[in-house]
């Protein structure tokens, strides 16, 4: 794929999604990493049920450290891998207070060293509550980038790379949304809905069925 067409493809989902944000529900950079942080194998909606409950009780670092894993695997319990979940939670909590004075660092290094947190998550974190042109590649991105060919690649981080690499500068910030959004509601796993799609001939996946 061309740069004009990439850049073309960009510009039509900015403009029908100006201002692109994550489904998750959150009110601070640490609801945000927790909330991604329990969405691993799990939907959006899943977590956003179950953090409505969580935060109105705890919603930073010492509340949930005071609240204890089994508290809050209680809360949790309706999302999967919860228990894992609430210990790497707690764990990351401890963290946050005895090294970064309760906040939520704004390094992939030090987001990375917190219990739980993959490179995915930290893209995430590092994107959307602090601004960083960071594209985080989930299974919804990797399907868009490769049946596109807008970013194609064998494996996340190769996917990762050439889409930070071919991305215009002017969309990188919003790119990660717009992406998932696509994948999500129109370019899905099983039936992509090509006749719906804004950007269907731009795409140059061989199978479109229009």
């Known amino acids: 794929m061309n740069a004009a067409k990439r850049e073309e493809i960009y510009r039509r989902l900015r403009d029908a999604n100006p201002h692109p944000t994550t489904e998750l529900e959150y009110d601070s950079p640490f609801e945000l990493l927790i909330s991604v942080l329990l969405s691993a194998q799990a ?15 705890a919603n930073t670092p010492a509340a949930m450290l005071a609240l204890g894993e089994e508290a809050l695997a209680n809360f949790i319990k309706t999302i999967g891998l919860y228990k894992t979940k609430a210990k790497n939670v707690i764990a990351t909590c401890r963290i946050l207070l005895e090294k970064h004075g309760g906040e939520v660092p704004q390094t992939r290094e030090a987001l990375e060293a917190l219990p739980g947190v993959g490179r995915k998550t930290a893209n995430v974190v590092l994107n959307t509550a602090f601004g960083q042109p960071t594209i985080a590649v989930d299974t919804h991105i990797f399907r868009v980038a490769n049946r596109t060919r807008l970013a194609p690649g064998k494996d996340v981080r190769e996917v990762e790379d050439k889409l930070v690499k071919f991305t215009p500068k002017a969309f990188q910030v919003d790119a990660h949304h717009w992406l998932i959004l696509h994948g999500r509601y129109v370019c899905k796993a099983r039936k992509p809905e090509c006749q719906h799609c804004i950007i269907a001939d731009l795409c140059e996946y061989p199978a479109k069925p229009l």
Do not use: F, M
């Open 43 to 57: 939907t959006d909606v899943s977590v956003n049920k179950a953090t409505r409950l969580l935060y109105p009780v």
